[in-house]
């Protein structure tokens, strides 16, 4: 194990004192967002965490490492390649590590690796899900499969539309994932701050989250919680806007025959386009308020 991992300095030090430690994913720098902003986005995750009292883990594969804790040059490197980067989910780190790639992780891969170091928590943008039209398809991101079985809480905004939120409900159910809503009733849609689908349960304080997840785990269940934080609604997007954006992005998409993991990185730059970088700019304010969040939660958990 050792031979693989690489934690820096940073984590390391605050793993020994028992820190507040929350994980970042990379996959949101090198596909999720843009050049230069994916890189803006990334180091000011990390200060917002800092600011609040813990200490930000940013995973990602370099050269075959599985690095816990990135430097700020690493960071620019994923952030300029963009999506020359292998995208990694868990099924994919064997290969990357074997053959010493560069992997940027999802959510998936980056809940994975980062509980080798018993890391608890983790603070993302959007999770993959069950796709619209996974009836045909079985596009179901691996990012529900890790939640049901690897030791993590992880902090989203909700999932997208481009997804079936009512599918991906179902599925998390099945898995035994119990889905948290903070501070709202329904399940937050990314762009906006409501679905028309219910989440399990409702909590309105990050101590009350904690001592969900702490309960889930002294109990000895397996799996993860997800914690899904509603985007401030002053930085919300408009619903009628958002969804014409996100059905022309698929119907674009289905033309160009795009399908596996490449469905989300393209669905995310196209609605881009359409919205003239307003969901960008949403994008990146839900990102910095589960950063917050998740630092909020971590320090109860420690
Ligand atoms: N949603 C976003 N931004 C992202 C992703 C999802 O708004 O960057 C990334 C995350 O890394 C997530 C992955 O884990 O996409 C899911 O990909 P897939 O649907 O192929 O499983
Ligand atoms: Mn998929």
Redesign the pocket.
Known sequence: MLEYLSISNEVKEALKKKMPIVAL?S??IS??MPYPDNVKTALECQKIIRDNGCIPATIAIIKGKLKIGLTDDEIDYLGRSGTNVN?T?TRDIPYIVSKKLDGAT???ATSYIASLANIKIFA??????V?RGAQETFDI???LDELSKTKMAVVCAGA?SILDLGLTLEYLETKAVDVIGYKTDVLPA?YTSKSDFKVNHRLDSPTEIANLIKAKWEIGMPGGVLITNPIPTEYEMDKEVIDKAISDAIIEMDKLHIT??K???YL?SKIKDITGGDSLKS?IKLVYNNCLLASLIAKELY
């Open positions: 994913e996959t949101i596909h999720g995208k989910s999802t959510v998936s993302t943008g959007g999770i993959g899900g796709h991101s691996s990012d997208k990314f596996g993991n469905t989300t990185p995310l994008n």
